[in-house]
């Protein structure tokens, strides 16, 4: 695992930590920047329709590619192909990989600043999952490290990042030269089985007790990075989850269409 630390993108005056998980890789606490001092957990955060109500890809492209004048048309075949893939059963790791191959081409500062644009416009259409984003507070509060860990990248997850305090972002890398994005990715998507190893490897760093951390997330996919934990949350309504949530007296979230339906805080 490699850390790097981004440069400032907006104006905010704290970076984002972000971590490239590489599978043989290794990490240290210094080298994430961080300190384990009282460090008592950490908590794990899936970001699209976990800690944010969207599809943030999805809606990121509609965005970045508005600003550049693409033919709707264009959007509406790109986001029709990749449901197709999905529902024909294409593993998401390669639907994912198909979503950075629309992406070829592109500079990766144009990327940056539609990404704090897009983040400001969809922060005003509450953008965050009221029951998720007061989890993450909490576990600021109880001192735990907040990761967050997505098949998402860096353009539209950095500006999410620094907005929620977040101490760690893991999460797809696309591939660039020389500033343009080739279209491939520098590693595996993060999904799946990525996120759970991603997970074991910052307990690891962290010296932390995986019965003592937390994760949060939606999908069938993240199952292997609910089960690394002591603590797993399921936020919807996914069967696969439900089902192992009920076997296993899992903690359970509404989904972000469900939030409204909470009962008002104690």
Request: with cysteine.
């Given at each position: ?23 043989g890789g290794t990490a240290t606490a210094d080298s994430a920047g961080l300190s ?40 509406t075949a790109a986001r029709a192909a990749l449901g197709h893939q999905l529902r024909s059963g294409v593993p998401r790791e390669q639907v994912n990989r ?169």
């Amino acid at each position: 695992m490699t850390t790097t630390t981004d440069p400032e993108r907006a104006t905010t005056t704290e970076p984002v930590r972000s971590v490239t998980a590489e599978p043989g890789g290794t990490a240290t606490a210094d080298s994430a920047g961080l300190s384990t001092t009282d460090r008592v957990g950490a908590a794990f955060f899936d970001v699209d329709e976990t800690l944010i109500s969207c599809k943030s890809m999805l809606s990121f492209l509609a965005f970045h590619w508005g600003r550049e004048g693409r033919a709707p048309a264009r959007l509406t075949a790109a986001r029709a192909a990749l449901g197709h893939q999905l529902r024909s059963g294409v593993p998401r790791e390669q639907v994912n990989r198909a979503y950075y191959r629309l992406l070829r081409g592109s500079r990766e500062r144009d990327l940056e600043e539609s990404g704090r644009l897009w983040f400001a416009r969809e922060r005003a259409r509450d953008l965050f999952h009221p029951p998720v984003r007061e989890a993450l507070r909490q576990h600021h509060r109880a001192g735990h490290l907040t990761i967050l860990l997505s098949g998402s990248f860096a353009s539209c997850l950095a500006p999410i990042s620094r907005s929620v305090g977040a101490d760690l972002l893991i999460c797809t890398t696309p591939e660039a030269t020389d500033g343009i994005l080739t279209g491939d990715l520098v590693d595996r998507p993060m999904i799946g089985a990525a996120k759970a190893e991603a997970a074991r490897r910052v307990m690891t760093a962290f010296g932390l007790d995986p019965a003592d951390c937390h994760a949060y997330a939606d999908d069938a996919s993240d199952l292997p990075l609910l089960a690394a934990v002591g603590h797993p949350v399921v936020v919807g309504s996914d069967p696969v989850l439900a089902s192992r949530a009920a076997l296993d007296n899992w903690r359970r979230l509404p989904s972000p269409a469900m939030s409204g339906l909470l009962a008002p805080a104690a």
